[in-house]
């Protein structure tokens, strides 16, 4: 595109190309529509085919994430073809060949074609690819790979993005998703990869019965640690694939008077009842805290569409129902498994951005304790023994003998664990919280997403404080850790204040996650504490916005 905006004729061949090559005739049909408006001088079509053509995809340690539409700078059959491809070469270059590959989706715009394409570009190749029967949960994937000795699976979703994405992600034949080399690795076979149309194709993937699924839900069945079972659960799977197999999972487990919110329960890819579907999201979780409201429930469970994310709701102390936060939650099962664990030397992990609250509680029980960089891929290769792993982002591995990633299924069945527990001893999550808290001290976390137009604006960012780390946040003295070339963040800690800056890999912001921590003298000193600690916070999050806004 020119800088009036006009067409150029790079671009216009450029999208030639891609039509030619394109192996779907949904996708080629669109991109030539967008093409001729362009070339009539539409500047809306100019802007809209110099995004679509500005791509490719960025294979990362996620793999795959974006909107579904036709040209490279999206998710379609193409680009699933070439990356199936790339992703087959690497794999045969390590030594794979011929060796079984796990192929599941989600319910999302796209995603039984984008499996299907998937498995057809492995058979070619020459892989043993196995079909999950029909949308499933990506624990389930997960667990597959592992379960059947596969040298890799692929899950087709988007997680919880916004409707119009889809996305693919890779698991290596641990079970976990890759980390570097790998995507660098298979960014450049896909890049080395043919056109979509001379990539070959082949019929004849294995398509799996219920056999795996039952499987995993009798490990999952086996994961509570109590007997009692007397527990009223709303919940909801967010319109993602998560509902039939929660149910199941927990009734299995002794778990069986359970309501999902209605308008949620079945799979849709339009997401109609959220704005964005994520339990992290204001609102999102709204039908759910009304049906636990309506039906007296003692505890409510949100997964996000691909039920890999766990978020638990509870009645509060003045009997409005609420969301619990992703440290909350990671704590209270944390402490739940440490304290009926029987692996001997047992390593409990969180990222760097968690609360770490979990380290004191892993210390009184004797625990090793890990922290490493964000995501799942770093959090279960923590380290030997490791019996439990969680980020504040929602995601909480329970199970790390049979799931190598967060699981949503599995965290919810112990979470129904731990409060049935405590319901039969006549206590709650929050009586929980409150003794952790008087015990290991007032933890309060934040989230600061400062989001930029230009990515040039962030690296500036980053550089000026990298150059002129600040000595202090509302008077209390930090000092300036940097993780370079290890990873691109910042950490500052003083007494008390920790702060994590970073910039998001997925979106165009920069994070800055905050973390106040104040000592509790005794239970009568709770409320004070956390009033303390929740000024100091205030005054954290208004001098990071103060430092955000000056550039440094």
Same mark, same amino acid.
């Given at each position: 595109?020119?800088?009036?905006?006009?067409?150029?004729?790079?671009?216009?061949?450029?999208?030639?190309?891609?039509?030619?090559?394109?192996?779907?005739?949904?996708?080629?049909?669109?991109?030539?529509?967008?093409?001729?408006?362009?070339?009539?001088?539409?500047?809306?079509?100019?802007?809209?085919?110099?995004?679509?053509?500005?791509?490719?995809?960025?294979?990362?340690?996620?793999?795959?994430?974006?909107?579904?539409?036709?040209?490279?700078?999206?998710?379609?059959?193409?680009?699933?073809?070439?990356?199936?491809?790339?992703?087959?070469?690497?794999?045969?270059?390590?030594?794979?060949?011929?060796?079984?590959?796990?192929?599941?989706?989600?319910?999302?715009?796209?995603?039984?074609?984008?499996?299907?394409?998937?498995?057809?570009?492995?058979?070619?190749?020459?892989?043993?690819?196995?079909?999950?029967?029909?949308?499933?949960?990506?624990?389930?994937?997960?667990?597959?790979?592992?379960?059947?000795?596969?040298?890799?699976?692929?899950?087709?979703?988007?997680?919880?993005?916004?409707?119009?994405?889809?996305?693919?992600?890779?698991?290596?034949?641990?079970?976990?998703?890759?980390?570097?080399?790998?995507?660098?690795?298979?960014?450049?076979?896909?890049?080395?990869?043919?056109?979509?149309?001379?990539?070959?194709?082949?019929?004849?993937?294995?398509?799996?019965?219920?056999?795996?699924?039952?499987?995993?839900?009798?490990?999952?069945?086996?994961?509570?640690?109590?007997?009692?079972?007397?527990?009223?659960?709303?919940?909801?799977?967010?319109?993602?694939?998560?509902?039939?197999?929660?149910?199941?999972?927990?009734?299995?487990?002794?778990?069986?008077?359970?309501?999902?919110?209605?308008?949620?329960?079945?799979?849709?890819?339009?997401?109609?009842?959220?704005?964005?579907?994520?339990?992290?999201?204001?609102?999102?979780?709204?039908?759910?805290?009304?049906?636990?409201?309506?039906?007296?429930?003692?505890?409510?469970?949100?997964?996000?569409?691909?039920?890999?994310?766990?978020?638990?709701?509870?009645?509060?102390?003045?009997?409005?129902?609420?969301?619990?936060?992703?440290?909350?939650?990671?704590?209270?099962?944390?402490?739940?498994?440490?304290?009926?664990?029987?692996?001997?030397?047992?390593?409990?992990?969180?990222?760097?951005?968690?609360?770490?609250?979990?380290?004191?509680?892993?210390?009184?029980?004797?625990?090793?304790?890990?922290?490493?960089?964000?995501?799942?891929?770093?959090?279960?290769?923590?380290?030997?023994?490791?019996?439990?792993?969680?980020?504040?982002?929602?995601?909480?591995?329970?199970?790390?003998?049979? !799931?190598?990633?967060? $699981?949503? &299924?599995?965290?919810? %069945?112990?979470?129904?664990?731990?409060? #049935?527990? *405590?319901? +039969? /001893?006549?206590?709650?999550?929050?009586?929980?919280?409150?003794?952790?808290?008087?015990?290991?001290? !007032?933890?309060?976390? $934040?989230? &600061?997403?400062?989001? %930029?137009?230009?990515?040039?604006?962030? #690296?500036? *960012?980053? +550089? /000026?404080?990298?150059?002129?780390?600040?000595?202090?946040?509302?008077?209390?003295?930090?000092?300036?850790?940097?993780?370079?070339?290890?990873?691109?963040?910042?950490?500052?800690?003083?007494?008390?204040?920790?702060?994590?800056?970073?910039?998001?890999?997925?979106?165009?912001?920069?994070?800055?996650?905050?973390?106040?921590?104040?000592?509790?003298?005794?239970?009568?000193?709770?409320?004070?504490?956390?009033?303390?600690?929740?000024?100091?916070?205030?005054?954290?999050?208004?001098?990071?916005?103060?430092?955000?806004?000056?550039?440094?």
């Amino acid at each position: 595109m020119n800088s009036d905006g006009r067409l150029t004729s790079e671009l216009r061949d450029q999208a030639f190309r891609w039509i030619a090559d394109d192996v779907d005739a949904g996708s080629r049909a669109e991109l030539e529509s967008i093409l001729a408006q362009a070339m009539a001088g539409v500047p809306a079509a100019v802007a809209d085919l110099t995004d679509r053509m500005g791509g490719p995809l960025e294979f990362g340690t996620a793999g795959l994430r974006g909107p579904v539409r036709a040209g490279p700078n999206g998710m379609n059959p193409a680009v699933v073809v070439r990356t199936t491809a790339g992703v087959a070469s690497w794999l045969t270059a390590h030594g794979h060949s011929g060796r079984i590959v796990v192929v599941g989706r989600d319910a999302r715009h796209g995603s039984a074609e984008f499996a299907g394409a998937a498995a057809e570009v492995l058979r070619a190749a020459g892989f043993d690819v196995r079909v999950l029967p029909g949308p499933l949960p990506t624990p389930v994937l997960a667990f597959a790979v592992r379960h059947l000795g596969a040298a890799a699976g692929i899950q087709i979703t988007a997680s919880h993005n916004p409707p119009a994405d889809n996305g693919y992600k890779l698991y290596d034949g641990s079970g976990a998703q890759i980390v570097p080399p790998s995507d660098q690795e298979i960014e450049t076979a896909i890049a080395s990869a043919p056109a979509a149309r001379q990539v070959p194709q082949a019929l004849g993937a294995t398509p799996l019965g219920e056999e795996v699924l039952h499987d995993y839900l009798a490990r999952v069945a086996g994961l509570p640690r109590g007997t009692p079972r007397a527990l009223r659960v709303a919940a909801t799977p967010m319109h993602g694939v998560g509902g039939e197999v929660l149910t199941q999972a927990l009734a299995r487990a002794g778990f069986t008077d359970v309501r999902l919110v209605a308008e949620q329960a079945e799979p849709d890819p339009d997401f109609p009842t959220v704005s964005f579907p994520n339990p992290e999201e204001p609102g999102a979780a709204d039908l759910l805290l009304a049906l636990a409201s309506e039906m007296d429930a003692d505890l409510a469970i949100a997964l996000d569409p691909d039920a890999d994310r766990c978020a638990l709701g509870v009645r509060d102390r003045d009997g409005a129902w609420r969301m619990l936060r992703g440290d909350e939650t990671g704590v209270l099962l944390g402490e739940h498994i440490l304290s009926t664990t029987d692996v001997a030397d047992p390593l409990v992990a969180t990222t760097i951005v968690s609360s770490s609250m979990l380290e004191s509680i892993a210390a009184a029980h004797g625990a090793r304790y890990a922290e490493t960089l964000t995501g799942f891929k770093w959090l279960v290769r923590a380290g030997a023994n490791l019996v439990y792993a969680y980020e504040e982002a929602l995601g909480l591995c329970v199970n790390p003998d049979f !799931v190598l990633d967060k $699981d949503g &299924i599995a965290a919810a %069945v112990l979470a129904c664990d731990l409060a #049935a527990t *405590l319901k +039969a /001893a006549g206590r709650c999550l929050l009586d929980v919280l409150d003794e952790l808290t008087v015990r290991h001290g !007032v933890h309060l976390t $934040d989230q &600061i997403s400062l989001r %930029v137009t230009d990515l040039g604006e962030r #690296a500036k *960012l980053l +550089a /000026a404080l990298r150059s002129t780390p600040p000595t202090e946040f509302a008077g209390t003295p930090v000092t300036t850790e940097d993780l370079l070339p290890e990873a691109d963040v910042l950490r500052m800690r003083g007494p008390g204040v920790r702060v994590v800056i970073r910039p998001s890999g997925t979106e165009p912001k920069l994070k800055t996650y905050l973390e106040v921590t104040e000592p509790v003298p005794g239970t009568d000193a709770l409320d004070a504490a956390r009033s303390t600690a929740s000024n100091r916070l205030s005054a954290l999050r208004e001098a990071i916005n103060s430092l955000l806004a000056t550039g440094a």
